[in-house]
């Protein structure tokens, strides 16, 4: 009688409890205040070099170079691993949003960003840390 009823209960025990999760433990993602991170995005031969810098306050400064230096100004909002942009640059007047996920252990964001009156200008960009 005991063996009818511990062999189905260790099965039961085994089947819940036996299996572990081989993906290691979950970091949690990286706190983006004061935090300064730069990318390179291509079009027609010609290079854009971004540099964002997320303040403490929810305020994005930053820059992009274009073989001029033009600022960009905005806002940003992280939710756990998403990142959300909006700002203003010089070059390219209008609005710009951004949307972006951690990944590589947090050292890299991959964005895709769009421009607020046209979809030509759209493009993604892989921000790094920089340190």
């Not at 819940?16 to 999760?21: L, S």
């Not at 994005?60 to 905005?74: F, M, N, S, V, W």
């Not at 640059?89 to 046209?118: D, R």
């Amino acid at each position: 009688m005991i063996k009818r009823i511990l062999l189905p209960a260790l099965l039961v025990l085994i089947a819940f409890c036996g299996c572990k999760d081989d993906n290691g433990p979950v970091e949690k993602p990286l706190n983006l205040r004061a935090t300064r991170w730069g990318g390179i995005h291509t079009r027609d031969n010609l290079t854009y070099k971004y540099t964002f810098v997320f303040l403490e306050d929810g305020t994005l400064d930053g820059t992009l170079y274009a073989g001029e230096t033009y600022k960009i100004t905005g806002t940003w909002i992280q939710d756990e691993d998403k990142i959300s942009l909006n700002y203003r640059e010089e070059l390219f007047l209008g609005p710009w949003k951004g949307e972006g996920v951690f990944e590589e252990n947090g050292e890299v964001i991959n964005f895709t960003i769009s421009h607020g009156y046209t979809d030509i200008l759209d493009f993604n960009l892989r921000a790094i840390r920089q340190w």
